[in-house]
């Protein structure tokens, strides 16, 4: 009982696999020749793998940054030791983590085919890892392993149905239909974003018909754009830190500006990347999940992984990245104390 | 969080400028990186000796926000 439990939790937490079972579910429902279902369950779990891919370069490229800011903060290896830490409630709680995503998750079922929050939430990793910050916080209230069972099912469950369903009518706008939703832990910040946008934005000029005059017409092109975005700022941050902390901090065995234009190119190509498998995946997953809304779950809609919106303003994304992390920045250095700045700097 | 930056931020610069524009993206973005970081705050005792770690490299959003509500509600499971 345990390794099938134990096996049905790997198969949802790998999204390759786990969004494959729901492309070929779909396509069976819908009654597809052998072809098409093969086909069709097959590129989603190839678009997936690619945008996973995709997803570690962007980490690589971005990852020696952080160490580039902590120097910045004038920190040497903050310390935050919790008496359990992640790794020990991992390995000690697995059981109670798990349970609590089938519940949660078999709850979204029932509550997507019986009530008017219609969607499925099929981000599978998140699916993991929020039971897993519920038990933790469950820990942290004395509650003994059933109590933290219930808690985190209920926690889990209800976070997978409110966060999507609260975010649908701002990603409607973006993507102008109703195809998918967004089930992902930026929920909170994209409706702060949101609102903060409709308050002072303007209507009609969209990050994406930025004009460029025909000579740096090349900008448009999302591939090139980036690469130059990372690389400047490897390069800001270096002349702020100065070079030879920079070139310690990042770990660069080569030169700070070859290191920098490599690691800026490294984001563009871990961005590319990322967009052609988000493509690919969207082309299957969205017409195969017709099956599961026709037959199972009348009118639902699948609540996906963030970087799925990427492809509707690249621009906008590029620029949420620099701009975030300078009022970041900026507010750790505005709250002042260096315990505060100790602790998040950790990023 | 710089990937926070990139994945969650990134994505609420596609919302905001879906409701203001340019415009509305860069204020947008301007505002989440703050309530990033005091989102992070906010859930860093919560977690304290359990997650802490964890909470600081994939925190300052939902998961942050949650353990929150999380730990406002957790005593009535706790029965008394």
């Known amino acids: 009982m345990q390794s099938v439990m134990d096996f049905i939790i790997e198969v949802i937490r790998e999204p390759a696999i786990f969004l494959g079972l729901i492309a070929l579910t779909g396509l069976l429902l819908l009654r597809k020749d052998f072809s098409s279902i093969v086909s069709g369950t097959a590129k989603t779990v190839i678009g997936v793998v690619i945008l996973t891919q995709g997803t570690n370069i962007l980490m690589n490229s971005i990852a020696p940054l952080t160490e580039g800011f902590n120097v910045m903060y004038n920190i040497d290896n903050p310390e935050i030791e919790p008496v359990l830490g992640a790794e020990t409630i991992l390995s000690e709680y697995g059981t109670p983590i798990g349970l609590a995503m089938l519940i949660a998750f078999s709850i979204n079922l029932i509550v997507a085919r019986f009530t008017p929050f219609k969607h499925v939430f099929l981000t599978g990793h998140m699916l993991f890892w929020f039971p897993f910050i519920f038990v933790a916080v469950g820990i942290e209230n004395n509650l003994n392993n059933t109590q933290l069972i219930i808690f985190a099912s209920i926690l889990t469950s209800l976070y997978i149905i409110i966060a999507p369903a609260l975010l649908r009518p701002f990603v409607r706008k973006v993507t102008g239909s109703d195809d998918f939703i967004i089930g992902h832990p930026t929920t909170i910040l994209s409706l702060i974003a949101g609102m903060v946008g409709k308050l002072f934005g303007t209507k009609g000029k969209s990050s994406e018909d930025i004009k460029f005059p025909s000579s740096t017409e090349f900008l448009r092109e999302i591939s090139i754009t980036s690469s130059i975005v990372m690389f400047f700022v490897y390069i800001v941050v270096s002349v702020i830190i100065g070079f030879e902390a920079a070139t310690i901090a990042f770990g660069a065995e080569q030169n700070l500006f070859i290191y920098s234009v490599m690691q800026g190119i490294l984001f563009g190509a871990g961005l590319t990347i990322l967009l052609l498998g988000v493509r690919m995946m969207l082309a299957e997953i969205i017409p195969a999940f017709q099956g599961i809304s026709q037959k199972w779950i009348p009118n639902s809609v699948p609540a996906l992984d963030a970087p799925i919106l990427f492809p509707y303003a690249p621009n906008a994304v590029l620029i949420g990245f620099v701009v975030s992390m300078i009022t970041s920045v900026a507010t750790i250095f505005m709250t002042g104390s260096w315990a505060f700045s100790a602790l998040l700097s950790y990023h | ?80």
Request: with cysteine.
């Open chain 2, 1 to 80: 969080m710089t990937i926070t930056c990139f994945f969650e931020i990134g994505t609420a610069a596609i919302i905001a400028n879906g409701q203001g524009g340019l415009r509305g993206a860069i204020a947008g973005s301007a505002v989440a990186g703050v309530a990033m970081i005091l989102l992070v705050g906010l859930s860093v005792p919560i977690l304290s000796g359990t997650a802490a770690d964890w909470i600081l490299i994939f925190g300052g959003n939902d998961f942050s926000l949650w353990s929150f509500i999380g730990d406002l509600i957790a005593p009535i499971f706790s029965g008394g």
